[in-house]
């Protein structure tokens, strides 16, 4: 009934509590299904969701609320996608404003639960939670440099490369070449 996808990410933001790796999953699976729809998605409402948190608990207030008032308009106009992907969509509404308006005023971060009111999924993921051997609920590991700074110590020389073979493909194609 759900995508796999989305409950990985629904595992990862919280069990590990793992945003950069929410963002990878649903990115992924956005891209696979609807990458033509980048501004009216709820997958990439989702993903900024998770962005913006990642960017909260690192510090990164600015980029934070930049990111959540973007996810959360996203989040406003999609009422029926966010029911048929069981979330209440009331009391995400009210926590996602309640965190921008925390952001705002430089309140540091501390963990959030996204309201599953379909029972079903909550059970599969809780289920998927403890196989991979997270604690549901738990709160995020703020001593934990690889989570919290994650992106900063990750490989990035495959996307570097890509970039770079990409900015040499436009100039190939430019007619002044």
């Not at 729809?37 to 960017?55: C, P």
């Amino acid at each position: 009934m759900y995508p796999d996808a989305y409950i990985d990410f629904l595992v990862h933001f919280h069990g590990s509590r793992d945003y950069f790796e929410c963002h990878e999953i649903l990115e992924e699976y956005w891209k696979q299904t609807e990458e033509n729809e980048r501004k009216k998605s709820v997958w990439v409402g989702l993903i900024q969701i998770s962005v913006a948190l990642y960017h909260q608990r690192s510090g990164n207030m600015k980029g934070a609320y930049r990111i959540l008032s973007k996810g959360l308009g996203i989040i406003e106009k999609k009422k029926e996608a966010i029911v048929k992907l069981g979330l209440d969509y009331e009391q995400l509404l009210i926590l996602l404003r309640k965190r921008l308006a925390e952001i705002n005023e430089c309140i540091s971060y501390y963990s959030i639960n996204l309201p599953i009111h379909d029972q079903k999924l909550l059970e599969t993921a809780v289920s998927r939670c403890h196989l991979l051997g997270y604690t549901w609920n738990e709160k995020s590991d703020l001593s934990n440099t690889s989570l919290v700074k994650k992106h900063t110590l990750r490989d990035r020389s495959n996307v570097i490369q890509e970039r770079e073979e990409q900015l040499q493909l436009r100039k190939s194609k430019r007619p002044d070449s």
